[in-house]
Protein backbone atom coordinates (compact mmCIF):
# COMPACT_ATOMS: atom_id res chain seq x y z
CA UNK A 1 0.00 0.00 0.00
CA UNK A 2 1.34 3.11 -0.89
CA UNK A 3 1.17 5.72 2.10
CA UNK A 4 3.01 8.75 2.89
CA UNK A 5 3.11 9.67 7.19
CA UNK A 6 3.77 13.43 7.90
CA UNK A 7 5.72 14.38 11.61
CA UNK A 8 7.08 17.47 13.27
CA UNK A 9 4.02 19.62 13.85
CA UNK A 10 3.76 21.65 16.35
CA UNK A 11 3.19 25.39 18.31
CA UNK A 12 6.21 27.98 17.33
CA UNK A 13 6.91 31.33 17.85
CA UNK A 14 6.80 34.11 15.62
CA UNK A 15 10.57 33.93 13.73
CA UNK A 16 10.93 30.46 14.86
CA UNK A 17 11.95 27.14 13.12
CA UNK A 18 10.18 23.92 12.93
CA UNK A 19 11.12 20.61 10.14
CA UNK A 20 8.76 18.65 9.02
CA UNK A 21 9.15 15.12 7.71
CA UNK A 22 7.51 12.76 5.59
CA UNK A 23 7.95 9.01 5.95
CA UNK A 24 7.34 7.35 2.16
CA UNK A 25 6.46 3.25 1.72
CA UNK A 26 4.64 1.02 -0.46
CA UNK A 27 6.76 2.26 -3.53
CA UNK A 28 9.96 3.13 -5.30
CA UNK A 29 10.40 6.73 -3.60
CA UNK A 30 13.10 7.76 -5.34
CA UNK A 31 11.60 7.53 -8.78
CA UNK A 32 9.03 10.19 -7.96
CA UNK A 33 9.03 13.93 -7.64
CA UNK A 34 7.91 14.87 -4.29
CA UNK A 35 5.72 18.11 -3.00
CA UNK A 36 4.58 19.92 -0.17
CA UNK A 37 1.04 21.57 0.01
CA UNK A 38 -0.55 23.33 3.06
CA UNK A 39 -3.67 24.93 4.07
CA UNK A 40 -4.70 27.27 6.35
CA UNK A 41 -7.62 26.71 8.43
CA UNK A 42 -10.81 27.05 6.42
CA UNK A 43 -9.25 27.68 3.31
CA UNK A 44 -7.93 26.06 0.17
CA UNK A 45 -5.35 24.67 -0.52
CA UNK A 46 -1.41 26.24 -1.52
CA UNK A 47 1.56 24.99 -3.24
CA UNK A 48 4.95 25.39 -1.14
CA UNK A 49 7.08 23.26 -2.83
CA UNK A 50 8.63 20.61 -5.17
CA UNK A 51 11.78 18.54 -5.33
CA UNK A 52 12.23 16.52 -8.26
CA UNK A 53 13.03 12.57 -7.72
CA UNK A 54 16.97 13.17 -7.83
CA UNK A 55 16.51 16.87 -5.69
CA UNK A 56 18.33 18.36 -9.37
CA UNK A 57 14.98 20.45 -9.41
CA UNK A 58 13.73 22.69 -6.94
CA UNK A 59 10.75 24.92 -6.88
CA UNK A 60 9.24 27.42 -4.26
CA UNK A 61 6.01 29.72 -4.19
CA UNK A 62 7.07 33.27 -3.88
CA UNK A 63 5.68 33.04 0.00
CA UNK A 64 8.12 30.84 1.38
CA UNK A 65 11.05 31.59 -0.86
CA UNK A 66 14.41 32.74 1.47
CA UNK A 67 12.79 30.34 4.35
CA UNK A 68 11.84 27.32 3.86
CA UNK A 69 14.19 24.29 2.07
CA UNK A 70 12.70 21.31 0.61
CA UNK A 71 14.83 18.31 0.50
CA UNK A 72 14.72 14.64 0.31
CA UNK A 73 16.97 11.20 0.93
CA UNK A 74 16.01 8.51 -1.06
CA UNK A 75 18.10 6.17 0.83
CA UNK A 76 15.69 6.71 4.06
CA UNK A 77 12.40 7.29 1.49
CA UNK A 78 11.93 10.47 3.25
CA UNK A 79 11.12 14.21 2.27
CA UNK A 80 11.87 16.85 4.28
CA UNK A 81 10.78 21.04 4.87
CA UNK A 82 13.12 23.01 6.95
CA UNK A 83 11.28 26.41 8.25
CA UNK A 84 12.63 29.45 9.10
CA UNK A 85 11.55 32.55 9.95
CA UNK A 86 7.99 31.23 10.64
CA UNK A 87 4.67 33.67 10.51
CA UNK A 88 1.58 33.50 11.84
CA UNK A 89 0.38 33.50 8.16
CA UNK A 90 2.44 29.90 8.20
CA UNK A 91 -0.20 28.19 9.98
CA UNK A 92 -1.78 25.53 8.42
CA UNK A 93 -2.00 21.65 7.68
CA UNK A 94 0.92 20.71 5.81
CA UNK A 95 0.53 17.85 3.44
CA UNK A 96 3.49 15.81 1.58
CA UNK A 97 2.05 14.43 -1.74
CA UNK A 98 3.53 12.16 -4.03
CA UNK A 99 4.13 13.96 -7.72
CA UNK A 100 3.95 12.72 -11.55
CA UNK A 101 6.88 15.26 -12.77
CA UNK A 102 5.18 18.39 -13.47
CA UNK A 103 1.85 16.82 -12.75
CA UNK A 104 -1.15 15.42 -10.39
CA UNK A 105 -0.58 14.78 -6.92
CA UNK A 106 -1.49 10.90 -5.64
CA UNK A 107 -1.47 10.03 -2.75
CA UNK A 108 -1.53 12.54 -0.14
CA UNK A 109 -0.20 12.26 3.43
CA UNK A 110 -2.82 12.98 6.06
CA UNK A 111 -1.20 16.03 7.04
CA UNK A 112 0.99 17.78 9.94
CA UNK A 113 -0.55 20.82 11.74
CA UNK A 114 1.97 24.08 12.01
CA UNK A 115 0.69 26.92 14.45
CA UNK A 116 2.80 29.72 14.44
CA UNK A 117 1.83 32.30 17.48
CA UNK A 118 2.80 34.04 20.43
CA UNK B 1 1.05 34.59 -12.12
CA UNK B 2 -1.30 32.40 -13.12
CA UNK B 3 -4.79 32.42 -12.26
CA UNK B 4 -7.23 29.68 -11.71
CA UNK B 5 -10.93 30.18 -11.14
CA UNK B 6 -14.02 28.52 -9.87
CA UNK B 7 -17.17 29.04 -8.09
CA UNK B 8 -17.24 29.16 -4.42
CA UNK B 9 -20.32 26.79 -4.78
CA UNK B 10 -22.42 24.51 -6.46
CA UNK B 11 -25.91 23.22 -5.45
CA UNK B 12 -27.37 19.93 -6.71
CA UNK B 13 -30.04 17.52 -5.98
CA UNK B 14 -29.28 14.00 -5.57
CA UNK B 15 -29.60 12.46 -9.22
CA UNK B 16 -28.51 15.16 -11.24
CA UNK B 17 -25.94 16.37 -12.51
CA UNK B 18 -22.82 18.53 -10.73
CA UNK B 19 -20.43 20.62 -13.10
CA UNK B 20 -18.29 22.39 -11.68
CA UNK B 21 -15.76 24.90 -13.49
CA UNK B 22 -11.79 26.23 -13.81
CA UNK B 23 -11.27 29.36 -15.59
CA UNK B 24 -7.71 29.96 -15.91
CA UNK B 25 -6.05 31.44 -19.50
CA UNK B 26 -6.13 29.24 -22.28
CA UNK B 27 -6.24 26.87 -20.05
CA UNK B 28 -6.83 24.26 -22.74
CA UNK B 29 -3.30 24.12 -23.39
CA UNK B 30 -2.42 22.67 -20.42
CA UNK B 31 -3.23 19.23 -18.07
CA UNK B 32 -5.56 19.79 -15.38
CA UNK B 33 -5.80 17.44 -12.25
CA UNK B 34 -8.66 17.67 -9.92
CA UNK B 35 -9.41 16.73 -6.36
CA UNK B 36 -11.88 15.60 -3.60
CA UNK B 37 -11.78 16.78 -0.23
CA UNK B 38 -14.60 16.11 2.86
CA UNK B 39 -14.06 17.83 5.99
CA UNK B 40 -10.55 16.93 8.22
CA UNK B 41 -9.33 14.33 5.42
CA UNK B 42 -6.55 15.16 3.21
CA UNK B 43 -7.57 15.62 -0.68
CA UNK B 44 -7.66 12.62 -3.30
CA UNK B 45 -7.30 12.49 -6.78
CA UNK B 46 -10.48 12.31 -8.57
CA UNK B 47 -9.15 13.46 -12.65
CA UNK B 48 -6.41 13.34 -14.04
CA UNK B 49 -4.80 15.03 -17.28
CA UNK B 50 -8.26 16.28 -17.76
CA UNK B 51 -10.24 13.86 -18.02
CA UNK B 52 -8.58 10.04 -17.08
CA UNK B 53 -9.45 8.62 -13.54
CA UNK B 54 -7.54 6.88 -10.80
CA UNK B 55 -8.28 3.36 -10.35
CA UNK B 56 -11.18 3.26 -7.75
CA UNK B 57 -13.08 6.59 -8.45
CA UNK B 58 -16.41 5.52 -9.75
CA UNK B 59 -16.93 6.10 -13.74
CA UNK B 60 -19.81 9.24 -12.43
CA UNK B 61 -16.86 11.97 -12.29
CA UNK B 62 -15.60 12.91 -15.91
CA UNK B 63 -13.75 16.11 -16.79
CA UNK B 64 -13.14 18.13 -19.84
CA UNK B 65 -10.91 21.07 -20.81
CA UNK B 66 -11.05 23.48 -23.80
CA UNK B 67 -10.20 27.39 -24.03
CA UNK B 68 -10.25 28.85 -21.32
CA UNK B 69 -12.58 26.60 -18.99
CA UNK B 70 -11.83 23.09 -17.76
CA UNK B 71 -15.19 21.22 -16.46
CA UNK B 72 -15.62 18.43 -13.50
CA UNK B 73 -18.96 16.73 -13.77
CA UNK B 74 -20.04 14.25 -11.58
CA UNK B 75 -23.33 12.43 -12.85
CA UNK B 76 -25.78 10.86 -10.50
CA UNK B 77 -24.84 12.66 -7.50
CA UNK B 78 -25.06 11.19 -4.32
CA UNK B 79 -24.79 12.35 -0.39
CA UNK B 80 -21.34 11.26 -0.12
CA UNK B 81 -20.25 13.29 -2.74
CA UNK B 82 -20.62 16.43 -0.96
CA UNK B 83 -16.88 17.83 -0.50
CA UNK B 84 -14.64 20.63 -1.58
CA UNK B 85 -13.24 20.05 -5.34
CA UNK B 86 -10.23 21.93 -6.21
CA UNK B 87 -8.59 22.07 -9.78
CA UNK B 88 -4.67 22.03 -10.38
CA UNK B 89 -2.13 23.09 -13.33
CA UNK B 90 1.87 23.07 -13.29
CA UNK B 91 2.19 26.67 -14.53
CA UNK B 92 5.28 26.41 -16.55
CA UNK B 93 5.60 30.12 -18.29
CA UNK B 94 8.58 31.18 -16.20
CA UNK B 95 11.75 30.38 -15.68
CA UNK B 96 10.12 29.38 -12.06
CA UNK B 97 7.24 26.67 -12.81
CA UNK B 98 4.61 26.62 -10.03
CA UNK B 99 2.21 24.94 -9.47
CA UNK B 100 -1.31 26.19 -9.01
CA UNK B 101 -4.61 25.67 -7.45
CA UNK B 102 -7.98 26.64 -7.89
CA UNK B 103 -9.57 28.76 -4.75
CA UNK B 104 -12.01 25.43 -4.18
CA UNK B 105 -15.58 24.25 -4.60
CA UNK B 106 -18.14 23.59 -2.31
CA UNK B 107 -20.41 21.13 -4.17
CA UNK B 108 -23.86 20.52 -1.75
CA UNK B 109 -25.82 18.00 -2.08
CA UNK B 110 -29.97 19.22 -1.22
Known amino acids: EVQLVESGGGLVKPGGSLRLSCAASGFTFSSYSMNWVRQAPGKGLEWVSS????????YYADSVKGRFTISRDNAKNSLYLQMNSLRAEDTAVYYC???????????WGQGTLVTVSS | SYVLTQPPSVSVAPGQTARITCGGN??????VHWYQQKPGQAPVLVVYDDSDRPSGIPERFSGSNSGNTATLTISRVEAGDEADYYC?????????????FGGGTKLTVL
Open chain 2, 88 to 100: QVWDSSSDHPRVV
Open chain 1, 97 to 107: ARAQYEGWFDP
Open chain 2, 26 to 31: NIGSKS
Open chain 1, 51 to 58: ISSSSSYI
